[in-house]
Every structure is written in structure tokens, then in C-alpha cells.
């Protein structure tokens, strides 16, 4: 005879497993588990979301900021270009000629 099964008063063995009480306290322990897992993956879940919303966020950030950078380098050339082309209108010199004369000179 297994451990489980014991020998009642008539003397026919009753196994414990199949005792609808035990049944019923497992299955309920089983459903505080499964509540208990289902919590967690909810929780693992917000946290996942969050994370995935701050990469976007920082991803966001980076894109900002490198677009400002272009916006500002593309500024600074464009004034550079201004300022070369008033240069050249004011003393009659042409690009060449401009160039030679930055080059001849140092700056320091």
C-alpha cells in the first residue's frame, strides 16, 4: 500500500490524494500561486513599459538635440558664406584671391 492511501474503520484503504478537503485546500493554494504570478508578470509588464517609454523618450532627446546642432552648424555656414561674399562685393577681390590672402596670413 502507498503512503498516501490509509486504512479507514471497515477496513478499505481511502487514499488521501483523492480526499475532497486536501483537493480542495491544493487547488486553492494552486489559484493563490497562479494569482500570485499573474500579479508579478503585471508588474514585470509596467516596468518593461516604462523602460521601453524612457529609451523612446531618450531616443526622442537625441534626435531633438542632433537636429539643433545641424540647424545651428547650417546657420554658422550660412553666415560664413554671407560674410565671404560681402567681403568679396566690398574690396573687389574674388574667392581665390580671398583664399590666398587667408592662407598667406596666420591668425594668430
Same mark, same amino acid.
Given at each position: 500500500?502507498?503512503?498516501?492511501? *490509509?486504512?479507514?474503520?471497515?477496513?478499505?484503504?481511502?487514499?488521501?490524494?483523492?480526499?475532497?478537503?486536501?483537493?480542495?485546500?491544493?487547488? *486553492?493554494?494552486?489559484?493563490?500561486?497562479?494569482?500570485? #504570478?499573474?500579479?508579478? #508578470?503585471?508588474?514585470?509588464? +509596467?516596468?518593461?513599459?516604462? +523602460?521601453?517609454?524612457?529609451?523612446? *523618450? #531618450?531616443?526622442? @532627446?537625441?534626435v531633438i538635440c542632433?537636429?539643433?546642432?545641424?540647424?545651428?552648424?547650417?546657420?554658422?555656414?550660412?553666415?560664413?558664406? +554671407?560674410?565671404?561674399?560681402?567681403?568679396?562685393?566690398?574690396?573687389?577681390?574674388?574667392?581665390?584671391? #580671398?583664399?590666398?590672402?587667408? @592662407?598667406?596670413?596666420?591668425?594668430?
Amino acid at each position: 500500500m502507498c503512503r498516501c492511501c *490509509a486504512v479507514n474503520s471497515v477496513g478499505s484503504s481511502v487514499c488521501s490524494r483523492y480526499d475532497p478537503d486536501v483537493l480542495r485546500q491544493e487547488v *486553492a493554494v494552486r489559484k493563490q500561486h497562479v494569482e500570485q #504570478l499573474r500579479r508579478e #508578470l503585471r508588474h514585470m509588464k +509596467t516596468e518593461m513599459q516604462h +523602460t521601453q517609454d524612457g529609451v523612446h *523618450a #531618450l531616443s526622442m @532627446y537625441d534626435v531633438i538635440c542632433f537636429t539643433h546642432i545641424i540647424h545651428h552648424v547650417f546657420t554658422l555656414v550660412h553666415f560664413v558664406f +554671407t560674410l565671404v561674399l560681402c567681403v568679396m562685393l566690398f574690396t573687389g577681390k574674388s574667392l581665390v584671391r #580671398l583664399w590666398s590672402i587667408f @592662407y598667406e596670413k596666420p591668425w594668430f
